[in-house]
């Protein structure tokens, strides 16, 4: 799915988003890295999606991680930005500067440089953060160009969600 080429295509997706939201009366806030707003940007597509959609923090610096969403810059130098720890904590700033009840924070390397040995290109944290719970991340190593990894971030981070919403 090429996000870029066809916003539409997440529609069914963003419905179940939207439905889970509503239903329980929450909203979404997001922070984002290597996909540069594109999980806001989808979210948005809704209409209507204002009743479920807080705010996006697009944070594609490490200074930027740090002054929007308190990320601690030792917790960046010490295990990179794209790390476990920063997509933890970006989702849990993220929250702290939002009024939303959950949080998707996503920190990778869409490539097609920056890659090494250990966190070769395609390598995405992602982060589900929910007020007054638990952040889940996970690490996931997508194949493809630059769009095609980027895609499947949104891709992957709306599904988190909607898992969690249940």
């Known amino acids: 799915m090429r996000l870029i080429d066809d ?15 509503r239903a329980r009366g929450q909203r979404l806030t997001t922070a984002e890295s290597c996909t540069g707003g594109l999980i806001a940007a989808s979210c948005t597509v809704l209409a209507g999606s204002s009743d479920w959609f807080e705010r996006g923090f697009v944070t594609y610096s490490n ?47 869409a490539g097609p440089g920056g890659g090494s040995a250990t966190k070769p290109v395609g390598t995405v944290w992602l982060a589900l953060g929910r007020r007054g719970g638990d952040t889940r991340a996970e690490c996931q190593v997508f194949e493809g160009d630059r769009t095609a990894v980027r ?14 919403l249940g």
Do not use: F, N
């Open 151 to 164: 895609s499947a971030t949104v891709v992957r981070a709306l599904t988190m969600l909607v898992d969690a």
């Open 63 to 109: 200074a930027a991680k740090h002054e929007l969403l308190g990320v601690p810059a030792a917790l960046i130098e010490r295990h990179g930005a794209v790390s476990e720890p920063v997509a933890r904590a970006m989702a849990e700033g993220a929250l702290q500067h939002s009024d939303a009840d959950w949080s998707l924070a996503v920190t990778g390397i």
């Open 7 to 21: 916003p539409q295509a997440l529609a069914p997706l963003l419905e179940q988003v939207a439905q889970g939201l």
